[in-house]
């Protein structure tokens, strides 16, 4: 993009520019109702967002993800006899780069959780001795006994008996946090360093989609039916014996662009993306936050759900907390009325409509445990659900989750020149026009040097341009006949009126 010397069109004679390609349509996002986190964790969440200068929002979601995460398979919510859910929650952040996405979610990921990581290891090393010790002792036994046979065999006897087997697969230092999301790797953790369960972390969580299949065809169809807390059967090459692990269950924080949502929702509806509870607020002014996040507090509060264990057995089992008896009705309304909603919705979001009441059961869960660790006192952990925080999740899912769910699978549903239009009128907003000459957009340097996603080639860089000419924020550039230094066929003049429209429309 350049000045042009030669073409210094009067304002006046360009239309007004078709702003609603800055948003197409998007809605508008819900607010987030922070009364349903307490008076402890408002203020907290409060408190950190202001100190991260970026939405509430984006301070709550990796919140409430790590708290499914530490509850983990201790705790799982039951409705009635036949249905349970696990804690775990699937949370993605979306918004541009400089939202601040990655600011609030530091408090918790960058400050809080490295220190729950701490002191989850304080007596992994003696554990790692004694092991080392058993398996040496279980070495040197079996090497006795075969001692034992040979004299045994020499002498005419019969051979003693093998000594006990043991497993001396070496045990892995207890983690919350995961960013290695194999399969194999995943279940290996599971079913040695996490029983709880783990914290899925990804920064771009189209990364971690598209590499589902990437070393097993069926990978993302296994983690779909891993939402639900099954048991999962780990084939090991060094042993002759697999292991099961009872409950395969993991939570998931991370975050993505809008302009990569068409990406994540390529695929053909399978339920993966159902199960994913977005979080898109709209960008807030930038103001420094003086006051730091309370992270001492923070790491307290959240250390109590870490130190919730499994119940004694073999295997060991979650325990599970019932839903308190005069919440039952209003589950059984709620998931009638998120049927009907569902009959009437279309696409992603029908399938959004049909996880509502689990999600709801689960966020109930987890909104008990999060008042919980922020009361002062010794009060024991909850052992029911009760009809307040099932209220509360209910409130959570129609009246915030499911509207950011048809703002994101809107706007990943807008046709592709739509959206391809939308990410180059924002680059062209980022770009400082000049003030007294006309502003040359070159439809070859954007595709070659703008970087943007989506516009590698030729054709889709047509589109966008087309659309944006029909909104009136280009006009193809006139072509002088004959030599000299005229327009290539390639460029535009960009409408003028643009200079000091900002990106929020």
Same mark, same amino acid.
């Given at each position: 993009m350049a000045a042009n010397p030669d073409f210094d069109d009067p304002i006046t004679l360009w239309p007004q520019p078709d702003l609603g390609v800055l948003r197409n349509n998007r809605r508008e996002p819900p607010v987030f109702p922070i009364e349903v986190c307490e008076r402890e964790w408002s203020a907290w969440i409060l408190q950190a967002a202001k100190a991260a200068a970026c939405p509430v929002d984006y301070v709550m979601a990796p919140l409430i993800a790590s708290v499914s995460a530490l509850i983990g398979n201790a705790r799982w919510a039951q409705a009635t006899p036949g249905?349970?859910?696990?804690?775990?929650?699937?949370?993605?952040?979306?918004?541009?780069?400089?939202?601040g996405k990655s600011p609030g979610s530091d408090g918790i990921m960058r400050h809080v959780l490295p220190e729950i990581e701490r002191r989850m290891l304080r007596d992994f090393p003696d554990q790692l001795r004694e092991w080392r010790t058993t398996c040496e002792l279980s070495k040197a036994a079996e090497e006795k006994w075969k001692s034992d046979v040979r004299d045994a065999h020499k002498a005419g006897r019969a051979p003693p008996a093998p000594p006990s087997a043991m497993d001396c697969q070496e045990p892995q230092a207890p983690r919350l946090r995961q960013y290695d999301v194999t399969v194999e790797r995943v279940a290996s953790l599971l079913g040695t360093a996490a029983p709880k369960g783990l914290l899925i972390c990804r920064d771009e969580l189209v990364g971690w989609i598209d590499g589902m299949t990437a070393y097993n065809a069926a990978g993302r169809s296994f983690w779909v039916e891993s939402y639900g807390g099954r048991p999962f059967r780990v084939e090991r090459q060094k042993h002759p014996e697999p292991f099961v692990i009872p409950r395969f269950s993991v939570a998931v924080f991370g975050g993505t662009q809008p302009d990569k949502l068409a990406l994540l929702m390529r695929e053909a509806d399978?339920?993966?993306?159902? *199960?994913?509870?977005?979080?898109?607020?709209?960008?807030?002014?930038?103001?420094?936050? *003086?006051?730091?996040?309370?992270?001492?507090?923070?790491?307290?509060?959240?250390? *109590?759900?870490?130190?919730?264990?499994?119940q004694p057995g073999d295997p060991p089992q979650p325990i599970?907390?019932?839903?308190?008896?005069?919440?039952?009705?209003?589950?059984?309304?709620?998931?009638?009325?998120?049927?009907?909603?569902?009959?009437?919705?279309?696409?992603?979001? *029908?399938?959004?409509?049909g996880k509502a009441r689990g999600h709801a059961l689960r966020l109930a869960l987890n909104l008990e445990y999060l008042w919980w660790c922020g009361m002062d006192g010794m009060a024991p952990p909850p052992a029911r659900i009760s009809e307040k925080a099932f209220i509360a999740a209910a409130c959570l899912v129609e009246e915030f989750f499911i509207p950011m769910a048809e703002r994101v699978y809107g706007d990943a549903a807008l046709p592709e020149a739509d959206r391809l239009a939308t990410i180059v009128a924002r680059w062209i907003l980022d770009k400082r026009l000049p003030e007294k000459k006309s502003a040359i957009l070159n439809a070859r340097a954007l595709r070659r040097q703008s970087g943007l996603p989506g516009l590698r080639h030729a054709e889709k860089v047509k589109l966008a341009l087309d659309a944006l000419v029909d909104a009136d924020w280009l006009m193809p550039a006139p072509v002088r006949s004959g030599g000299g230094s005229g327009r290539k066929r390639d460029d535009y003049i960009i409408?003028?009126?643009?200079?000091?429209?900002?990106?929020a429309g």
């Open positions: 249905w349970a859910e696990p804690p775990h929650l699937w949370i993605c952040d979306v918004g541009d780069s400089g939202d399978d339920g993966l993306l159902a *199960r994913m509870l977005w979080v898109w607020p709209s960008p807030i002014p930038f103001l420094l936050g *003086r006051a730091p996040p309370g992270v001492d507090w923070a790491i307290t509060a959240l250390d *109590r759900l870490r130190e919730l264990s499994l599970m907390v019932r839903l308190d008896d005069p919440a039952i009705p209003l589950i059984e309304a709620f998931g009638q009325k998120m049927q009907l909603q569902q009959k009437a919705a279309g696409g992603l979001l *029908r399938s959004a409509y409408n003028p009126r643009l200079k000091g429209v900002s990106n």
